[in-house]
């Protein structure tokens, strides 16, 4: 079998990192396309994955979003007719697999090719309109209520999975100290790790500001490293000084599973961290999905409401250094779901 897989976002590099890897010990040829968005394609080269970089994220605002799906499916288009089976007499793709990109379900819809979609969060509307519709399968944790999804055209389609992708991913994972070397921090002292929202700015123009406060409250109590998004955010943070601030890709989830708390606005680093046993909290302001509402009811996640209930110190570990609250799954299950049937 001749699979394609398409790579939007840092996070997605994580996801199928293992499902390449098993699809490719399985004897299938997996070729792998990659947006030039946030860290992919860094990562991409970091993991050692072969891709072919095609397209960039074009905005936030809809009409953006409309442009860069139109854009890149046809750069897509291109890139699969060359080398997947067309006019050349090439190797065909039998299946392509995106964790909640558009881009790839939209090409593979186009040529024919059976697909499926990835994701956990359910209320991102527009993109799940169209990727539900299109794909073959849809692939979700069991924590959402398939019901939510009919209204996208799922019906039919769902195959869910046990648990959190990110135990999945991280099964394999042995946190590696190198990483807090490389970041300049001492492993005797307290480490908080913190994902910021996607606002341009933390301070002027920040609209979260339980976030502002936590910040400020963790750089006096221990190390405190700042992911940002946006290179506005970075340039804020350097100047605000007493913050460790990567300058390139780094192993972020040995960072995490190494790190005594992790607060973020996002979601995949939210559920590593609790995937790997890190104290967390959420800032996150939308709506919430029924994965974390699961997590928050099981106290394995923490809604951050008051920044100072925020307290950072040394948690215990066990002599290997690995949290006894950790959670291992096989992701060799995960490739069975996200092959098309």
Known sequence: MRVWIDLTNSPHVLVLRPVIDELRRRGHRVDVTARDFAQTLGLCERYGIEHAAIGRHRGERLPDKARGLASRTTALLRWARR??????GSDPFDAAIGHGSND???????????????FDYEWATVQHQINCRLAR????PDAIPPQRLDRYGARGKVRAY???KEEYYLADLEPDPAVLAELGLDPADPIAVVR????????????????????????????????????DQRAELTAAGGFVVPE????????????????SAGG??????????????TTFDGRPGAVDDALIAAGRLRRLEDPAAVTLERRARSADGSSAERVRRDPALLTDLLLPG
């Open 83 to 88: 080398v997947g089976g067309h006019p050349d």
């Open 104 to 118: 790839v379900t939209v090409a593979a819809a186009l040529l024919g090719i059976p697909a499926t979609t990835a």
């Open 137 to 140: 399968t849809v692939v979700v």
């Open 162 to 164: 046990a648990g959190l």
């Open 196 to 231: 910021t929202p996607p606002e341009v700015s933390l301070y002027h123009r920040f609209h979260n500001d339980r976030f502002a406060e936590v910040l400020l409250r963790l750089r006096e109590q221990g190390q405190v490293v700042v992911l940002p998004r946006t290179e």
């Open 248 to 263: 390139r890709p780094i192993d972020g989830p040995s960072l995490v599973a190494l790190a005594d708390l992790v607060v």
């Open 268 to 281: 995949t680093m939210n559920r590593e961290a609790v995937a790997l046993g890190t104290p967390v909290y």
